[in-house]
């Protein structure tokens, strides 16, 4: 299975500010996605960041406020911009399918914006 | 639209006891249906169901999944305060775009007391 890292752990952040989050693979993987679990709420998906080309963004979620870059097979970015209380979420990265066609979640980023 | 729906949505048993969570859903492409166990912020891999009447077992969890009725359930035997968690079920989407999505359910809360 592969392993996923994530940065960072969790942070407090203000509102009108933009927080980073990193995604690092130990395998290079094709797809990768990034969700949302916002509190008491099951997962969403935000989007589909593939190496190469423009991510992919659910209904509900625009480039604008969510921008991702993936650089390489190995990595990716999920930036949550102009940020408001209603953020305050656990923002998790994915990879897969795999080769076992099984998805694994990074470890999560817990974001609280005050 | 991909929907998933769990039941029931929480759940308080006693050490021992055996319970059953149930996971239905409509998928426009089904690929697999995935069951997670979720503590404390990234949900962790249990199983991947791709065919019907085929039971998948790890110690004392099983499930099956039935693809005419489109369910799926879970089994917990001989529970453990250890298995306090959120178990979340997921299809993955096979078609085109969405390939790789995860669509969750809401999730049920199984609390276990001594």
């Known amino acids: 299975s592969a392993v996923i890292s994530q940065k960072p752990s969790r942070d407090i952040c203000q509102r009108g500010t933009s927080l980073t989050i990193q995604c690092q693979v130990d395998s290079q993987v094709t797809m990768m996605f990034w969700y949302r679990q916002q509190p008491g709420q099951s997962l969403t998906l935000i989007a589909t960041a593939n190496q190469g080309s423009e991510a992919t963004y659910e209904s509900g979620f625009v480039i604008d406020k969510f921008p991702i870059s993936r650089p390489n097979l190995t990595f990716s970015t999920l930036t949550v911009s102009n940020m408001s209380p209603e953020d305050s979420s656990i923002y998790l990265c994915s990879v897969g399918p795999t080769s076992g066609e099984t998805q694994y979640f990074g470890p999560g980023t817990r974001l609280l914006v005050l | 639209e991909d929907k998933v729906v769990q039941s029931p949505l929480s759940l308080v048993v006693h050490e021992g006891d055996t319970v059953t969570l149930n996971c239905s859903y409509e998928?426009?492409?089904?690929?697999?249906l995935l069951w997670y166990k979720q503590e404390k912020k990234a949900p962790t891999f249990l199983f991947m169901l791709?065919?019907?009447?085929i039971e998948k077992k790890s110690g004392r969890l099983s499930s099956i999944l039935d693809k005419k009725e489109l369910f799926s359930i879970l089994n917990i035997t001989a529970t453990q305060t250890g298995d306090s968690a959120v178990y979340l079920c997921a299809v993955s989407n096979a078609g085109g775009t969405s390939y790789g999505k995860l669509t969750f359910g809401q999730g049920t809360i199984l609390t276990v007391h001594p």
């Open positions: 998928v426009t492409n089904f690929r697999s």
């Open positions: 791709t065919s019907s009447g």
